[in-house]
Structure formats: structure tokens, C-alpha cells
């Protein structure tokens, strides 16, 4: 199994980045997905979540309204675009997969074991 997230990069505060997870060997409509991430010299830290079928989704406060996860089951892949970025949403973006029958809600994932973890991607967003 493999997750691969990118898209990471620097912008400006207020502007927006699109990431990207590519899963391979497995079926992602198994799973229950996850964005996290890690800031330097802080715990890693849960995002968003959203269901096998992309029906419900589930973030944190300090990124509803700015945030959205997405999915797409035929392509593998699953998505955070983030937009109105602030210089505190600077962290390694780490996707996560999770069996879906381990999850009760979306909102559930959020204090869950995750199965398998993708590389990360640096997003920088400067001031």
C-alpha cells in the first residue's frame, strides 16, 4: 500500500493550495481518508476526514469554512484544498487511510488508529 500526497509549496498568506493523495494497492472506497499534520516542534494533528463515499466529511474548527476534503474514488485519490491560508496553517501534510467498518463517523476518525500514512508534503505559508 502506498499513499503518496503532493502539492505542497509556499504561498503568501490569503492565498490557496490544492493537495493531492494518490493511493495505490488498495481499494480506496474501503476507507475512510484523512488529512493531518505536523508543525515543527508540535504533535501531529488531525484535519479532516471523510467517508468511503465522500457523503460526509468532518474538520477541525481553525479550518472549517477555509478547507474542504474531497475524494475520488475511480481515480484513487483524495483532496484538501486549502484556501485563505494563514502562517499558522504551516505544517507537514500527511493523508491517512482507514477501514471504513473501523469507523463509525466521520467525525470519529478524527480519534482513530489510522491504517497507513503517506510521505507528507511541506505546505509554507508566509506572512
Known amino acids: 500500500v502506498q499513499l503518496q500526497a503532493s502539492g505542497g509549496g509556499l504561498v503568501q498568506a490569503g492565498g490557496s493550495l490544492r493537495l493531492s493523495c494518490a493511493a495505490s494497492?488498495?481499494?480506496?472506497?474501503?476507507?475512510?481518508m484523512g488529512w493531518f499534520r505536523q508543525a515543527p516542534g508540535k504533535n501531529r494533528e488531525f484535519v479532516a476526514a471523510i467517508s468511503w463515499n465522500g457523503a460526509s466529511t468532518y474538520s477541525i474548527d481553525s479550518v472549517k469554512g477555509r478547507f474542504t476534503i474531497s475524494r475520488d474514488n475511480a481515480k484513487n485519490t483524495v483532496y484538501l484544498q486549502m484556501n485563505s491560508l494563514k502562517p499558522k496553517d504551516t505544517a507537514v501534510y500527511y493523508c491517512a487511510a482507514v477501514e471504513r467498518e473501523r469507523i463509525i463517523t466521520v467525525r470519529a476518525a478524527a480519534s482513530s488508529e489510522f491504517d497507513y500514512w503517506g510521505q507528507g508534503t511541506q505546505v509554507t505559508v508566509s506572512s
Open positions: 494497492r488498495l481499494t480506496l472506497s474501503d476507507y475512510v
